[in-house]
């Protein structure tokens, strides 16, 4: 009898101390603390990842199926004859990343079907450059510092290319950002690619993700998954009114 009442006083005990572990802190001068509310975080599935336009660049399409099992959305490869047969462009010879004003490729419908399916709030498009000197980001989008934020958290993991350029475009510091006016020639030209439509058509940051072809295939992969990884976490909290949201016209 004497044992049953240690036992229960002792569970009576531990009781107490459980229900004071999860009661509110008081404070110093005697009220309880709530503590804050945690800000919400993005889901992975609101960055959408493309790989595979060009079928000679194949780090992209490769590293989706890694992503997609981290939650983020993924599409690729996008161009999958050229993906099968190490070819940049499609079967027919045309550049699936300078049609994406044409509504005659069934390529450039499969993405645009994906894109609009999930209006996600970031887009990324994986490719290698054979002439870049380290991994560099092409931005279009808002004014805002995503691509070099990217940038400079992954400085010390791999090496950046210092002046990345694109045609006439020059950029700095691993970052290439179109001026407002060579997107509108880009536009009336009706030659884009996959991230210039998503922005165009979507109104959401796109980044392109560059990397030198001649890195081996591990550093290639890990490159895409950290930009992406990286983009994510420094994209912050949803906000109600950017999702959806189109570029003026």
């Known amino acids: 009898m004497q044992r049953r009442s240690v036992l229960t006083s002792a569970l009576g005990a531990l009781g107490s ?3 004071a572990g999860c009661a509110p802190v008081p404070s110093a001068r005697g009220s309880t603390a709530t503590p804050p509310a945690p800000t919400p975080l993005r889901p992975r599935s609101e960055v959408a990842v493309t790989g595979g336009v ?16 981290l939650g983020f959305a993924t599409f ?9 047969h190490h070819k940049r462009g499609l079967a027919d010879g045309r550049d699936l990343n300078r049609s994406f004003a ?14 609009e399916a999930r209006r996600p709030a970031l887009l990324l498009d994986l490719h290698e450059d054979r002439d870049a000197a380290g991994g560099y980001l092409i931005q279009h989008g808002p004014d805002d510092d995503l691509g070099r934020r990217v940038i400079r958290a992954l400085g010390d993991e791999f090496a950046i290319d210092p002046e990345p350029s694109f045609l006439v475009v020059t950029g700095e510091d691993g970052v290439l950002r179109p001026s407002a006016a060579v997107l509108g020639v880009v536009e009336l030209s009706r030659f884009y690619g996959l991230a210039f ?25 890990r490159w895409h998954r950290r930009v992406v990884e990286t983009a994510h976490a420094l994209l912050g909290p949803p906000r109600a009114e950017a999702l959806g949201a189109r570029p003026p016209r």
């Open 17 to 19: 101390l459980l229900a």
């Open 76 to 84: 690729g490869p996008c161009n999958p004859w050229g993906f099968a």
């Open 102 to 115: 044409r509504d005659d490729v069934p390529e450039v419908a499969a993405v645009q079907r994906f894109l």
């Open 54 to 69: 060009h079928g000679d660049e194949p780090s992209g399409a490769l590293v989706l199926p890694e992503l997609e099992a």
């Open 197 to 221: 439509h998503a922005w165009l058509a979507l109104g959401i940051t796109t980044l392109v993700v560059e990397c030198p072809r001649g890195w081996p295939l591990a550093d290639r992969l």
